[in-house]
T-cell receptor
Framework: TQLLEQSPQFLSIQEGENLTVYCNSS?????LQWYRQEPGEGPVLLVT?????EVKKLKRLTFQFGDARKDSSLHITAAQTGDTGLYLC???????????FGSGTRLSIRP | NAGVMQNPRHLVRRRGQEARLRCSPM?????VYWYRQLPEEGLKFMVY????????ESGMPKERFSAEFPKEGPSILRIQQVVRGDSAAYFC??????????????FGQGTRLTVV
């Protein structure tokens, strides 16, 4: 059973469009992280959300943590080709001692 | 460079040989994770260690795979008698090990293992 479900699995959109990707769980997380991974590289930490309902902005990226701390979303405004990559959410589950990752959303931005 | 360092970046082994993957965590980090990634897939948890102690190895195959994080030196992921199915990218991440920042893991650039 995947504790963190990400959707969509794949997304291909035109440059300039907006998009939202989701990270969902039936379990509560004390915090969630979002990472971006480019081909041939390791994942890079983008943001950590801790408080239920929290919203964090990173330039054109907006991250939200659900009120119940079971889900999170990443919204990208006016996507650019440089946003292409694999987006991963991760968190430390209360019953697990390790950081677990969602399966990722593979985002492709067409010029 | 104070980031997580993995070496080698690329490793080619013949079937039956041993592969040793090294990971030096960020300065001040006491916890290390190892993940495996197949092409076009996400990260699969393998093992979680702190110095001289394995915290969680539930993702490690029972045979041929082992990991350690000694008091001194890097963490080592060891794969004995490699098979073609072991070919993958292996990523190491480190975290502080305390407080909420413990869940912020910083990754190395990975070791790409190819078994021929």
């Amino acid at each position: 059973t995947q504790l963190l479900e990400q959707s969509p699995q794949f997304l291909s959109i035109q440059e300039g469009e907006n998009l939202t990707v989701y990270c969902n769980s039936s379990s509560v997380f004390s915090s969630l992280q979002w990472y971006r991974q480019e081909p041939g590289e390791g994942p890079v930490l983008l943001v950590t959300v801790v408080t239920g309902g929290e919203v964090k902005k990173l330039k054109r990226l907006t991250f939200q943590f659900g009120d119940a701390r079971k889900d999170s979303s990443l919204h990208i405004t006016a996507a650019q080709t440089g946003d292409t990559g694999l987006y991963l959410c991760a968190g430390e589950h209360s019953s697990a001692s390790k950081i677990i990752f969602g399966s990722g959303t593979r985002l492709s931005i067409r010029p | 460079n104070a980031g997580v360092m993995q070496n080698p970046r690329h490793l080619v082994r013949r079937r039956g040989q041993e592969a040793r993957l090294r990971c030096s965590p960020m300065k001040g980090h006491s916890h290390v994770y190892w993940y495996r990634q197949l092409p076009e897939e996400g990260l699969k948890f393998m093992v979680y260690l702190q110095k001289e102690n394995i915290i969680d190895e539930s993702g490690m195959p029972k045979e041929r795979f082992s990991a350690e994080f000694p008091k001194e030196g890097p963490s080592i992921l060891r794969i004995q008698q490699v098979v073609r199915g072991d070919s993958a990218a292996y990523f190491c991440a480190s975290s502080p090990g305390e407080g909420t920042a413990n869940t912020e893991a910083f990754f190395g650039q990975g070791t790409r293992l190819t078994v021929v």
